[in-house]
């Protein structure tokens, strides 16, 4: 399975991006797809998470209320509005995709399957 993960760029502090993370090989069906960002210095976190089965949804604290993870248009795709972002946004973001356990959706550990990262800075 590969994962093709787009929509990053440059924005200004308030302002919005949708990222889209879409299966471009293999099949998956009935897992979890999530997204995960790196910023500089600091390791992998988690953002959010989509669970194809009831359609459940996880974000981490720093986002709750800002972003939101829903099914995308295409089949076994998800995508990530980003609102009211910060500066402290700015990272490089991942789509994963697995079949995590409820405790491990949280850790990259919980997933097999990575995208190659794009992409956003948020300026002040």
């Known amino acids: 399975v590969q994962l093709q993960a787009s929509g990053g760029g440059l924005v200004q502090a308030g302002g919005s991006l949708r990222l889209a993370c879409a299966v471009s090989?293999?099949?998956?069906?009935?897992?979890?797809m999530a997204w995960f960002r790196q910023a500089p210095g600091k390791e992998r976190e988690f953002a959010a998470a989509?669970?194809?089965?009831?359609?459940?949804?996880y974000y981490a604290d720093s986002v709750k209320g800002r972003f939101t993870i829903s099914r995308a248009n295409a089949e076994n795709s998800v995508s990530l509005q980003m609102n009211s972002l910060k500066p402290d946004d700015t990272a490089v973001y991942y789509c994963?995709?697995?079949?995590?356990?409820?405790?491990?959706?949280?850790?990259?550990?919980?997933?097999?399957?990575w995208g190659q990262g794009t992409q956003v800075t948020v300026s002040s």
């Open positions: 989509f669970r194809w089965n009831g359609g459940r949804t």
């Open positions: 994963a995709a697995g079949y995590p356990i409820s405790s491990s959706i949280f850790y990259t550990t919980g997933y097999r399957y």
């Open positions: 090989e293999g099949t998956f069906s009935s897992g979890t």
